[in-house]
């Protein structure tokens, strides 16, 4: 499968051709059958982060986060990174603690993009969320003097993606991993009861599926050959939130 990074973006606008709407759906498919087959939740507990990097550039981050994504995301963003660290520790990796924290905090920036005026029809204008996401985060970054402002934006961007794998770069992988648990419920089963109860006591989840449906469901009908625009049309993406959503609360 294509490797929907910046530059893929910067190519294509986050418009799938035929080929590659066809190995998503393969994927998504195959990802569906792996869920239902994971193991049960790990008898020890994890830890669960305390404070997130303290550095100049995470707080700047959070600041935007804040400011553009309000309360119901922004828990969105802050348990996506808790349950990506502890993916982490779960399978063993080692990432940037900074890097991946800008990245679960920035990654829905497209959903809410800051102008909403109508975008241009040039072919590489972004036509995907995720790709607009990333091209802010990268001159969020560069502007701050962010040395990995391209692996955040490739982070930023491939989070749309079925599968991230870990050659990708750790950071990506684990906010993959951390949104497609918040949002799918995918690896639920991995958390331990006690470690999920105290991620979603911190930031609750309330509000999610009700936020998430109408702005994903805009972005699909809008941008039907992005990657969610694909997938709501042939998966039925917003449904399966629902879906999701009742598994948090067994």
């Known amino acids: 499968m294509s490797r929907h990074d910046l530059a893929w973006g910067g190519r294509t606008g986050g418009r799938l051709g035929a080929v590659e709407e066809a190995a998503l759906l393969l994927s998504a498919a195959g990802t569906l059958v792996r869920d239902r087959l994971r193991r049960a939740r790990p008898a020890v507990d994890l830890l669960v982060a305390e404070k997130p990097p303290d550095s100049a550039f995470a707080r700047q981050c959070l600041v935007v986060a804040q400011e553009r994504s309000g309360r119901v995301l922004l828990q969105h963003c802050l348990r996506t990174w808790l349950w990506a660290d502890l993916l982490a520790q779960l399978d063993g990796i080692d990432a940037d603690p900074e890097l991946l924290y800008a990245a679960c905090l920035l990654h829905d920036l497209g959903l809410v993009p800051a102008d909403r005026s109508p975008r241009p029809s040039d072919v590489t204008a972004p036509a995907c969320f995720a790709v607009e996401g990333a091209v802010e985060a990268h001159e969020l970054a560069r502007r701050a003097g962010y040395p990995r402002a391209t692996e955040l934006a490739d982070a ?21 991993a951390g949104a497609s648990l918040d ?68």
């Open 156 to 176: 930023v961007a491939l989070h749309l993606d079925v599968t991230v794998p870990l050659t990708d770069g750790a950071e990506a992988h684990l906010l993959h």
């Open 183 to 250: 949002v799918l419920a995918v690896g639920l089963a991995r958390m331990p009861s006690r470690t999920r109860a105290t991620v979603l006591a911190r930031h609750p989840r309330d509000g999610l599926v009700a936020t998430l449906v109408p702005l994903m469901g805009e972005q699909a009908a809008c941008r039907p050959r992005s990657r969610l625009g694909v997938m709501q049309r042939r998966l039925g993406f917003t449904d399966r939130l629902t879906v999701a959503d009742t598994r948090f609360c067994s």
